[in-house]
């Protein structure tokens, strides 16, 4: 069954650093999404990608955060220079369609020390 | 904005039912969505009703909508010990163009004890 893959699964960074987030969609799907959960919180919506472009992201995706689909199969995340409220788990998602179910990859917990 | 609430958390006994809640606020055309998380785990679609439906079942699911409160549950029969996971509410309002953006209650955390 296919299957949405993230890396790595878990990553530690200094504050400040670069981190890219990586993740391989189901490969018939069109659209794709971030979406992070701080510890005890909500799932919170970042972005959503389509079409090679963002099509829509929430105020949580601030210039410090960038996507791109860089080949046929990965679709990255990337926080330019961390801070510590960027500690999060962040899930990676991907649908057929607009409107059709959103297949989670199993996340990657980031830490910000 | 759109906001999902939810309890969060529920204990049940093997072989009982249980029945999770939640609201939400969006007023507009809406799916709604149950996801399931088990530890480690990402977030797995259980099943989503269309906010012009009253009910869906599917196997031991069975959601239930109430359009003028803006209350859903999700029933699981006969509730097992494999059932017990942390299950989201999740909302998303029906517009037009480039994507489909969730928003997620806080998850309900069921314990099913023997």
């Known amino acids: 069954e296919p299957e949405v893959t993230q890396t790595p699964s878990h990553q530690v960074t200094q504050m400040g650093q670069e981190v890219i987030l990586r993740c391989v969609p189901i490969?018939?799907?069109?659209?794709f999404y971030w979406y992070r959960q701080i510890l005890g919180q909500k799932v919170e919506f970042l972005v959503s990608?389509?079409?090679?472009?963002?099509?829509?992201k929430s105020e949580i995706f601030d210039d410090q955060f960038s996507v791109e689909r860089p080949d046929g199969s990965n679709f990255t995340l990337k926080i330019r220079s961390t801070k510590l409220e960027d500690s999060a788990m962040y899930f990676c998602?991907?649908?057929?369609?607009?409107?059709?179910?959103?297949?989670f990859g199993p996340g990657t917990r980031l830490t910000v020390l | 904005g759109e906001d999902v609430e939810q309890s969060l958390f529920l204990s049940v006994r093997e072989g009982d039912s249980s029945v999770i809640n939640c609201t939400y606020t969006?007023?507009?055309?809406?799916?709604l969505y149950w996801y399931k998380q088990e530890p480690g785990a990402g977030l797995q679609l259980l099943t989503y009703?269309?906010?012009?439906?009253d009910m869906k079942q599917d196997q031991r699911l069975t959601v239930l909508l109430n359009k003028k409160d803006k209350h859903l549950s999700l029933r699981i029969a006969d509730t097992q010990t494999g059932d017990s996971a942390i299950y989201f509410c999740?909302?998303?309002?029906?517009?037009?163009?480039?994507?489909?953006?969730?928003?997620f209650g806080t998850g309900t955390q069921l314990k099913v004890e023997l």
């Open positions: 998602a991907s649908s057929q369609r607009e409107y059709n179910e959103q297949f």
């Open positions: 490969s018939n799907h069109l659209y």
């Open positions: 990608f389509y079409n090679n472009e963002i099509s829509e």
């Open positions: 969006d007023s507009s055309s809406t799916y």
């Open positions: 009703i269309f906010s012009n439906m």
């Open positions: 999740a909302e998303s309002p029906i517009l037009t163009g480039g994507g489909n953006k969730l928003t």
